[in-house]
């Protein structure tokens, strides 16, 4: 079956420019995440969904980064007024996640990798 | 808080030549372990995870990690490597329960394999 999509695979925007990029998880997964992987370094935490409840968002850097994921699907991160420092690769990852005990797989998408100029 | 080290930024083999790579991590209870692998341009694919029972873990691709409650070490392994096998480790860990948090995960800064014909 289909994994984890992501789109756009590759963006680039101009500082102050708002992006919008979108996750398609595994149909049927109740768990989203979204990760920012800096060039060099590991993937680190931004938000969580558990279908369309927006349950931790602890991980965005500023008030410029907002994800949403109305109908409990496909997911949308915005990142308004981009900054040099927003340059990264967002990964998105889903889980089954359902039931409250830790250790479900989270299969990850190829990731959109953002570079502001 | 919790945080995962990976000593090794780089590590450099042989093709047929033993691997193994180390994994320390600070955790307030028993997390779950994980060890994924990124090659370039991929989303992070999973290798496997330990939560309890036999100390030494068998993955895909060949690969085994054992856990080391007393050192606190995941440390991965893999008897002989193939030139498939470059490619950059991530080790993670996550949370037994999930509650509200969700089973996010804290990854190392990942160790970069490079295999030598």
């Not at chain 2, 070490?73 to 509650?99: Q, T």
């Amino acid at each position: 079956g289909a994994g984890v999509s992501q789109s756009p695979r590759y963006k680039v925007a101009k500082r102050g420019q708002d992006v919008a990029l979108r996750c398609d998880p595994i149909s049927g997964h109740v768990s989203l995440f979204w990760y920012q992987q800096a060039l060099g370094q590991g993937p680190e935490f931004l938000t969580y969904f558990q279908n369309e409840a927006q349950l931790d968002k602890s991980g965005l850097p500023s008030d410029r980064f907002f994800a949403e994921r109305p109908e409990g699907s496909v997911s949308t991160l915005k990142i308004q007024r981009t900054q040099q420092e927003d340059s990264a690769v967002y990964l998105c990852a889903s889980s089954l996640a359902y039931r409250d005990i830790g250790g479900d797989t989270q299969y990850f998408g190829p990731g959109t990798r953002l570079t502001v100029l | 808080a919790q945080s995962v080290t990976q000593p090794d930024i780089h590590i450099t083999v042989s093709e047929g030549a033993s691997l193994e790579l180390r994994c320390n991590y600070s955790y307030g209870a028993t997390p779950y372990l994980f060890w994924y692998v990124q090659s370039p341009g991929q989303g992070l694919q999973l290798l496997l995870k330990y939560f309890s029972g036999d100390t030494l873990v068998q993955g895909i691709k060949g690969f085994e990690a054992e856990f080391k409650r007393s050192q606190s070490s995941f440390n991965l392994r893999k008897p002989s490597v193939h030139w498939s096998d470059a490619a950059e480790y991530f080790c993670a860990v996550g949370p037994l329960m999930i509650k509200a948090a969700g089973n996010k995960l804290t990854f190392g800064g990942g160790t970069r394999v490079l295999v030598k014909p």
